[in-house]
DNA sequence: AGGCACGATTGGAACGTTCAAGTTGCTGGA
DNA sequence: TCCAGCAACTTGAACGTTCCAATCGTGCCT
């Protein structure tokens, strides 16, 4: 069995004092060049690592971020959340952060959460996905001067804090413009219902371009809720109008899937666009608005660490531009 | 800007002393019942919450568990680890655990990570996945004495550890018998190549139940690796034969997404039955055999905390049965 | 030579908790 | 009456680290 190896036992092992490993560890700069050099050798021969927990009991400082996980509900959707959590693992790693894991059935109690966690493991900050409309958990956690970012737009105040987005408006007009250019001039929506941040961005992002191209967006829209059925319902709705559209394109994948089954059925096939370039959208070859996840993972990590490491001032917003995936159904 | 509450704060507040108010955490029925509801009350007036790094610093036990997150690959199998990993969560928490993440390219940079885990953050424990013949993983583990369980067998010796497993070939061999109950007789299999535990376990339900209805499976099998692509490579092969299978059983859900194509080419189409009831099988209207993977994740957390709690003794293994799906496709 | 600033290093103290070893005060048996 | 035994509680120490103030040389300026 091997001895615990502390920052004594390397400090005897070097001949120094115990300060002086810290200090070769923390502050490098201020050790003459032969004894860190002495000092590491003696880190690397004993195999030395640093108890967190003691540090963390002086500085305050866990080197640790959170966030939360998600019920498993639909599986399409919920796999964009899962793809970012394995980019945050892997940049958190990078930067020196472990990532540590929670769920919470709704906002307020991802609150008593984050109590619970800054008060028993100190946590550093937080990684908070999905914002909306007056979200209670930012001014919770900004009240209390706890670092975070989001991921997703401060809908209300775009300066409220610092966040990390991917312009959902930019996508859909992208995919709106890959329609009009094959020649499509109605295109329909489905959507979600208004008021969603997310939801009413990607919206506009239709409605602006067809107003754009000179094309009247009324009639053409549908709202409903997320799910596979729905979009099929709504894609029929759509194209049993009299002048129905001839092409759709869709908030999300999980519609964009049930749309497709009411597209492929009429003759000809009318071409479909989703949402989120889930792995799905890949297997059946559906057309889809990509985000790039691990980037904005990336840089909620960099956004985080820039507030916890750097001086005390928040670091601007980040906007990432998705692309269109083009395949089969469009 | 609130006070700091330790454990102090309490006791001043509970007029007692430091230790009693440990006492009333760890050993309540030590203290008498009215001290014990002050020392409550001014626990619940206060908010305090006992801080995890001193606890254990004292203790040497974190109360975190961990387990790695694979890197984001193909997006249909990727989905299978992650919804184990939202379990795994969810379980933990219930059992005052949290759960802590990491990545690791192979398994021996994986051991490094362990090395790492243990002696910067004391974790208490890891859930590995993934296991198979002769992993250097659940050897070092247990060389040092470190709890863990594995989700999925050790495929050379069944006492090695403690783990969770779901039957795979029970899985198949169910899929197989649906088949046969539908007429077929001769039915091809696409699977991995041999080598593999999960891949030969899954392949033996299917090899044997079809021997025990009297059918050779002689040339009905197929190895790739995983990919949609390589599955409807396979299939084409096997409907192309002479005496083609008149169904298709596959190993997982890309393959068989892959086989599908070929198989809705075929006059008249080919049954196909996938592995893992991924949400692209549940989308695509795919047949597939179904793992229960939340109680998965909640046997894992059992074991592993029956081994940090309770007296040290090795609870049995676990394996659970899976359920076939049944959609449009079979 | 004396003083001074500065670079390099050291030792004591503290973070918040639990363990181990006390100290009370009370009950009951010889 | 005395003390063993026990329940209930308290106090000192320790976990491994970093902060802070102090110490020790060493070279430079006057």
Request: one cysteine or more; glycine letters at 10%; charged letters at 20%.
């Amino acid at each position: 069995m091997p001895e615990k190896v502390t920052i004594t036992t390397v400090a005897k092992h070097a001949r120094v004092s115990r300060q002086t490993v810290s200090n070769v560890l923390n502050a490098p700069h201020i050790v003459r060049e032969e004894t860190r050099r002495r000092v590491q050798e003696a880190i690397a021969a004993l195999g030395y690592r640093t108890n967190q927990a003691a540090r963390q009991m002086r500085t305050g400082r866990s080197r640790l971020i959170a966030t939360r996980i998600e019920p498993t509900r639909d599986g399409i959707n919920g796999s964009v959340l899962d793809r970012f959590l394995h980019g945050l693992t892997e940049t958190g790693e990078t930067a020196g952060y472990r990532t540590m894991l929670f769920t919470a059935a709704d906002a307020e109690r991802e609150i008593a959460v984050y109590d619970d966690l800054l008060a028993s493991y100190d946590l550093d900050g937080f990684v908070l996905t999905g914002t909306d409309h007056g979200d209670p958990r930012t001014t919770w956690l900004a009240e209390r001067g706890v670092p975070f970012v989001t991921f997703g737009r401060p809908w209300d105040d775009l300066d409220a804090h610092c966040w990390v987005d991917v312009d959902g408006a930019a996508g859909t007009a992208q995919a709106t413009r890959h329609l009009l250019a094959s020649g499509h001039r109605r295109i329909g929506w489905i959507g979600w219902p208004a008021g969603s941040g997310v939801g009413d961005d990607r919206r506009a992002g239709w409605h602006d371009t067809l107003r754009a191209a000179g094309v009247d967006p009324a009639g053409l829209a549908r709202e409903t809720v997320d799910g596979i059925p729905h979009g099929e319902r709504c894609a029929g709705e759509l194209l049993a109008l009299a002048t129905p559209p001839t092409a759709l394109l869709c908030a999300s994948d999980s519609l964009a899937l049930g749309a497709l089954k009411a597209a492929c059925a009429s003759e000809p096939p009318v071409p479909v666009i989703g949402f989120d370039d889930t792995p799905v959208a890949a297997a059946v070859g559906l057309t889809s608005v990509s985000q790039p996840l691990g980037e904005a993972a990336a840089r909620c990590v960099d956004l985080l660490t820039a507030v916890l490491d750097g001086p005390h001032r928040t670091p601007g917003p980040v906007l990432l531009q998705p692309t269109l995936v083009r395949r089969r159904s469009a």
